[in-house]
Nanobody, 120 residues
Framework: QVQLVESGGGLVQPGGSLRLSCAAS????????MGWYRQAPGKERELVAA???????NVADSVKGRFTISRDNAKHTVYLQMNSLNPEDTGVYYC??????????????WGQGTQVTVSS
């Protein structure tokens, strides 16, 4: 089992910044991918950004140029630096990790979610 603990959400004014962190712990063998989804009120969950263990990234067009995803493989931690935030970025942000066990089976684990609110 893998557990994820998120931190860093909160209330910020438009144009401000926040940094989200998500640390994985437990029986970790290999983590080929980690990333973030978000869900705004009344909307479906959408991918924000993902990063592989080789640092290849995939960033949604809506946040490209404003959000940066990074990870520390030694700490099994993924970060999301969010700059130039606007009210459309408001939502619950969920961290995920795709964990590969010793037999090659991949399972996805989710964090508990952290609220990000962009408002003046």
């Amino acid at each position: 089992q893998v557990q994820l603990v998120e931190s860093g959400g909160g209330l910020v004014q438009p144009g401000g910044s926040l940094r989200l962190s998500c640390a994985a712990s437990g029986s970790i063998f290999s983590i080929p991918s980690m990333g973030w989804y978000r869900q705004a009120p009344g909307k479906e969950r959408e991918l924000v950004a993902a990063i592989t263990n080789f640092a290849n990234t995939n960033v949604a067009d809506s946040v490209k140029g404003r959000f940066t995803i990074s990870r520390d493989n030694a700490k099994h931690t993924v970060y999301l630096q969010m700059n130039s935030l606007n009210p459309e970025d408001t939502g619950v942000y969920y961290c995920y990790t795709d964990h590969r066990d010793g037999r090659g089976h991949i399972s996805r684990y989710w964090g508990q979610g952290t609220q990000v609110t962009v408002s003046s």
